[in-house]
């Protein structure tokens, strides 16, 4: 029985997100991974569409240029050793990516969720995990509802192996 812990970081559309990925395994066995930018739109006064137009009005609201934005990810799956120094793994759980523009005083302030560049649903993750010694290496792509898609590198060590591992 094998043991991995690593931190992650992920790149994507709204920049860089941290996780925390944990696997047990003997030939087969699980993991989960957690991904997150610490970020939050808070509350928002409505939505616009990916063009900040409101309501299909022809006419667009003026916006501050300030965003805000949120991201996470939690997929859980399945891991298999090929080899004494690599495995794959794949699963799938749930994100959410999330966009927010500021409108602007003269719109009367406030925070608009943009709809054409907010994601959420189903995650899928799919991956390579390696070992050399007890320094543990991953890379997977991540996507959310297959509208959004990041890369995730993770670096850690194998707490715990078999007697038998060599």
């Not at 794959?88 to 759980?93: A, C």
Request: glycine residues 16%; positive net charge.
């Amino acid at each position: 029985m094998s043991l991995y812990a690593l931190a992650t970081v992920s790149a994507h559309d709204n920049g860089p997100s941290y996780g925390v990925f944990f696997a047990m395994m003997r030939r087969h066995g699980f993991f989960v991974h957690a991904s997150t930018d610490f970020g939050s739109i808070g509350t928002t006064r409505g939505s616009c569409s990916k063009d900040g137009s409101i309501g299909g009005a022809a006419e667009k609201p003026y916006y501050s240029g300030n965003t805000a934005k949120s991201h996470y990810t939690v997929t859980a799956g399945a891991v298999h050793r090929l080899t004494r120094n690599l495995s794959l793994f794949e699963g799938i759980g749930y994100g959410r990516s999330a966009v927010a523009w500021q409108l602007a005083e003269s719109e009367g302030g406030g925070y608009m969720q943009n709809n054409g560049l907010t994601h959420k649903g189903v995650a899928g993750e799919a991956g390579a995990l390696l070992s050399f010694g007890r320094i543990a290496v991953s890379a997977s792509a991540v996507t959310i509802a297959g509208k959004q898609w990041q890369g995730s590198l993770g670096v850690g060590i194998k707490l715990w192996r078999d007697k038998n591992e060599k």
